[in-house]
């Protein structure tokens, strides 16, 4: 979880605390419902002015803040919501290890190969990489829309571009004494693998 | 007032290291066999004595790859190849600024 998911739970559990808060302020009789005045004690606009919440009870406007703050939270909380997203295909003819990475795309704007921004990720687009070693990748994309029905890239058949490329230790720089390297699967502690 | 200030500087100070860190560079190129042929479908990794193993790149059609968000450092970082879980190609690299790194893996 990053800044921002912490920024909307807290967020909600604002609106939470404000709703029961108003509620129990009532039922002590902190506050009254029958105290109202002629003028409107709160009035909310959102979305420049096409939604308007307006109250001449100050003990509601409390509820209605409160909501506010869990309707909005959720509202822009939705895209951080985990989508399960339904993955099918198979692959064909290919005699190497096959991975298959999703994966999403957004336009970064890089300047001698030196990146500073921030990205909002969002779900607008999806990519299917079929990739083996030696093979030409496979790439397929699906639209949002498309996601709810789940991914499915069919029967994918790639073709070989390279022979094969045994190991050898002339090609493989020994590591300083007492460090070891730790396997593949242990990546991602820093940097990010894209493409070009 | 003075503890405050303290822990205030601290917490600047802290986001400015993040701030450094995810500024890193990109280090990006082509992985090419004995024939000059771009070799598609490998993975390529960078690997530092202190940071540990950075994500994965793994090559396009055109052999090509890029890991971005690479801290600089004085230390070298160890470039490597992976056939599937193979590896095949390691080599120390200086990673001051982007850098543009070929593999030919003859």
Redesign the interface.
Known sequence: MGTYDYTILGAILCGIIMVFGGIVLLYKGAIRLEVASKDPALTVEMFQKELKFSTRNPALGLFMIGLCFVVLSIYFGQDMAATAIEVRGRTEGVDEQVTIRLQSQWPIDAHEGQVHQVVRPQLDVLWVVVSAPGYTPHYESFARDELKRGVDFGSVTLARAAPKIEPSAARIAELPTGVEAPPLSEGGRFGSGGSL | MKQRLKLSLMAILLLLTQTA??????V?GSVT?AYS?????????????V????????T??WG????????PDQAPY?I?V???????????IQVF????WHIM??
């Open positions: 860190w995810a500024q890193g560079v990109s990006y066999n042929q771009p070799v598609p479908g490998v993975v390529v990794s960078l690997f530092h004595p940071y540990g193993r950075s994500s994965p790149s793994y396009d059609g090509r790859y890029a890991i971005h968000a690479v801290p160890y490597e992976y056939w599937g879980n193979q590896l095949i190609y390691r080599d120390p600024g982007p850098l543009e893996l003859n």
